[in-house]
């Protein structure tokens, strides 16, 4: 007897917003994360994601608690610290309960490695991936916190990605006990990250920066989303959504009750990291010479350097192609 069973061509890729705009508004995006972790949490299950801690060190955590999943929003451009959680993971797995882990695609990749080597049943342990830019350096994020608690005050609040004034944009938002940081000071370390000066070298030569993921799912900001759908460009947020498994379906089919979504037709959900990893920035070695005689304190003497060793690049590079060569020293 022949078997009619199609199989589901993935990924399946949908435009996804949370329908409580409270979530919506506390979260980077679209705030899917909320909406498909609360599966888990509702049932007793747990989740796995980074959150801050005391000291604004990026932390990957386990918990049942909305409460402590609820720290796990935003983004949060450094590498996070796994510790000993894929221990805890493979207890819970063990135990017969589910789990949902966050991370990017290298940490899902090395969890997923980790289980089974342990010989651990997977059936349980479900698994996001991030579109990742690259993982920038804890020791200058470090830095920067230090810089900014010395100048400005023990820091209450850090949001890479603040909605205040709408989802596009870098936000970024310091709060201290002496009051709020100078936007220039509070944006200095993430300049250096999504100028990609900061980024791992590994990260240049990244194995996972493609359309084959790894996670059951993938999430990530919807950038182009006014090529696919103008009625959710708003500045609200919006996250594009890849199922790319039959778990991550079943996950997506149960929490979208509580999301505005549509499904997405074109091409317009790819970014530059699914499909090769971010480039070296042209100053990298430039800048870290500078930085580790300077330190974060002259961040802006060596910020301005840079920006106008880039503004001489761009120019040599046009007139370099004017002229009719293909290549210029930088």
């Known amino acids: 007897m022949r078997n009619n069973v199609i199989k589901k061509k993935f990924p399946i890729v949908f435009g996804v917003r949370n329908k409580d705009e ?77 789990v949902l882990f966050i991370g990017t695609p290298c940490q899902v990749v090395g969890l997923k490695n980790y289980i089974c080597q342990k010989k651990i049943n997977e059936i349980n342990l479900f698994t996001i991936d991030i579109i990742c830019h690259g993982v920038p350096s804890p020791a200058v994020f470090r830095e920067h916190i230090r810089f900014i608690e010395q100048k400005y005050g023990k820091i209450i609040n850090y949001s890479f990605r603040d ?86 379906l079943a996950l997506f089919e149960m929490c979208k009750e509580k999301l505005e979504h549509f499904k997405v037709s074109s091409q317009s959900y790819i970014q530059p990291n699914m499909l090769c990893p971010t ?10 010479h500078r930085y580790l005689l300077e330190g974060f304190t002259r961040y802006r003497s060596i910020w301005c350097k840079l920006k106008l060793k880039t503004v001489i690049s761009k120019i040599r590079r046009k007139l370099c192609k004017v002229m009719g060569f293909e290549k210029v020293g930088n």
């Open 22 to 98: 409270a979530v919506l508004k506390q979260s980077t995006s679209g705030g899917f994360f909320t909406a498909v972790s609360d599966l888990f949490l509702e049932n007793g299950d747990s989740v796995c994601g980074v959150v801050f801690s005391e000291d604004y060190e990026a932390i990957h955590v386990l918990t049942n608690e909305k409460k402590a999943r609820d720290k796990m929003r935003g983004a949060k451009y450094v590498q996070s610290s796994l510790g000993n959680i894929f221990e805890g993971i493979e207890r819970l797995l063990a135990d017969n309960k589910k």
């Open 163 to 248: 909605k205040e004034v709408g989802w596009r944009g870098q936000n970024v938002t310091i709060k201290t006990n002496q009051g709020r940081v100078p936007q220039k000071i509070a944006k200095s370390y993430s300049n250096l990250y999504f100028n990609s000066l900061i980024i791992r070298p590994s990260c240049h030569k990244c194995q996972f920066s493609t359309l084959k993921r790894k996670g059951d799912i993938t999430i990530g900001d919807f950038w182009r989303i006014n090529e696919e759908n103008s009625k959710f460009n708003d500045n609200k947020g919006v996250s594009e959504v890849l199922i790319n498994s039959e778990k991550g």
């Open 279 to 288: 480039e070296k920035h042209f100053a990298t070695e430039w800048f870290w």
